[in-house]
Nanobody, 122 residues
């Protein structure tokens, strides 16, 4: 059965760091483009970062550029999102998504994980 699961969320103080993981089973994650999205209460789901399949080129939303880093470890079938210098406005449920090509729209991706909660608060 093909599935993937996010993990690594939690409660962190402003300025702190977290590393989210998106781990797949039943299919090779390296064949797909991966996007990280987040959704805060009362807001639409927004793209945070994505990474291509071919050369692993990362892309970032302006709001996280310089603070977040996306990477993939095909041997572990996992994509990571390293989040540094977290801010209260980063609080959201973070989802990874799988698709054939990268994009910033929800519709660009075919499958979604259940999400992991990130809360940034003092």
């Amino acid at each position: 059965q093909e599935q993937f699961v996010e993990s690594g969320g939690g409660l962190v103080k402003p300025g702190g760091s977290l590393r989210l993981s998106c781990t797949a089973s039943g299919f090779p994650l390296g064949y797909y483009a991966i996007g990280w999205f987040r959704q805060a209460p009362g807001k639409e789901r927004e793209g945070v970062s994505c990474i291509t399949t071919s050369d692993g080129t990362p892309h970032y939303a302006d709001s996280v550029k310089g603070r977040f880093t996306i990477s993939r470890d095909n041997a572990k079938n996992t994509v990571y999102l390293q989040m540094n210098n977290l801010k209260p406005e980063d609080t959201a449920v973070y989802h990874c998504a799988v698709g054939s090509e990268t994009g910033w729209a929800v519709a660009d991706y075919d499958s979604w994980g259940q999400g992991t909660q990130v809360t940034v608060s003092s």
